[in-house]
Each structure stands twice: as structure tokens, then as C-alpha cells.
């Protein structure tokens, strides 16, 4: 029985995370995001397209896919399961590889944040602050998402998580790390798009 609802819950959270909401909303303005700036479809690329507002939006519809996912995480596996961890990481695999757009997506950012707020609200705080404090600091989108998902990895590392869920946030961190690649690298150059 664990199986069964291991697997379905992983299956849907990757179909739920492939919902681009950034392709969904910047539709309604005729805008194809994924041929527009960064081509990314996340809430970075559709606030410097479209503006704050709808950035905004974006955002916390992206981020409540991972949220529903944690939820039913918590809800139906137990924490200890190899399963628990892998229905962690669902929705930002299919946030970041989305079927629905040729495999390709967003940098699962916005999506791993509503992950971590439905298993700790207290950590996503806490990453949330240092997001806000390194963007503040420094203006870089990129460079507050990396800083944030860092702290936010071996706070979850030092944490009283089960052995899965680490596992699953290990995965989580990967996969956005390795979306950023591009980021550091126009970092290290000085390249890098900046807020103003």
C-alpha cells in the first residue's frame, strides 16, 4: 500500500509541478516567456517582462504546488520512507522539466520554497529572510536564490528531519543549484542581470 501511494503522489506531483504558471499568465498578455528574456518560466522572468504584480502571482501559485505536495507528503507517508523524500522532490522536477513544455521550465526556486513550507514554515522563513537580506544587499535575483537554498540545505541538514527528507532536500538543492549554472557563471563575469 505504501507503494501505491508513494508512486501516485510522486506522479502527481510531477504533473502538477509542470503546470507553468509563468507560460499560463504571460498567455493572457500574448507573451510567449519562454521566447522573452532570461526564456525562463518563472516568476523572475515574468516580473522583468510583465512587471512585479504579476511576478508576484507567478510566485506563490508556483510555490503552492510544492506546498500541496508537503502537505499530502506529511499526510499520507511516514517521514522514515525512501517515498517521502522522492514526493519532496516531484513537483520541482516537474517544475524544472515540464512535460507540457518540452521538458524544459523554470528553476523550480518559488516550487521548492512551497515544499520546505509545508514540511518547516519556520526554515522557509528563515530562507525567505536571506533571500530578502542578499537581494537587498546585492540586487541579484540569482545570487539571493542560490544564497538562500544553501542556508536553507544545511539548516535542513543540521535539522531533526528523517533520514528521507534530507535526502529529498539534497535533490532539491541539486536540481536548482545546477538550474543556476549559467547564473554564476555571468556572476563570476559580472554579467549577471540586476535589479534596480
Known amino acids: 500500500m505504501g507503494f501505491i501511494i508513494g508512486f501516485l503522489l510522486s506522479v502527481f506531483g510531477y504533473l502538477l509541478g509542470s503546470i507553468l504558471f509563468a507560460k499560463i499568465v504571460a498567455s493572457y498578455k500574448g507573451i510567449d516567456i519562454t521566447s522573452v528574456g532570461s526564456k525562463s518560466a518563472g516568476a523572475t522572468n515574468v516580473t522583468r517582462t510583465l512587471g512585479k504584480k504579476y511576478g508576484a502571482l507567478v510566485f506563490l501559485l508556483d510555490a503552492f504546488k510544492g506546498f500541496l505536495i508537503a502537505i499530502l507528503d506529511r499526510f499520507y507517508i511516514d517521514p522514515s520512507s525512501l517515498w517521502f523524500g522522492i514526493v519532496m522532490v516531484s513537483p520541482v522536477i516537474g517544475h524544472i522539466y515540464s512535460y507540457r513544455s518540452d521538458f524544459k521550465g523554470g528553476k523550480g526556486v518559488a516550487t521548492a520554497f512551497g515544499v520546505v513550507f509545508g514540511i518547516s514554515p519556520l526554515l522557509a522563513l528563515k530562507m525567505f529572510l536571506v533571500w530578502a537580506f542578499v537581494f537587498y ?29 534530507k535526502l529529498g532536500a539534497t535533490m532539491i538543492a541539486f536540481l536548482i543549484l545546477y538550474k543556476h549554472k549559467d547564473n554564476v557563471f555571468r556572476l563570476l563575469r559580472k554579467e549577471e542581470h540586476k535589479f534596480k
Open 137 to 165: 544587499l546585492f540586487r541579484y535575483v540569482s545570487l539571493a536564490s542560490i544564497t538562500s537554498v544553501l542556508v536553507g540545505y544545511f539548516l535542513f541538514l543540521e535539522g531533526d528531519f528523517s533520514t528521507s527528507q
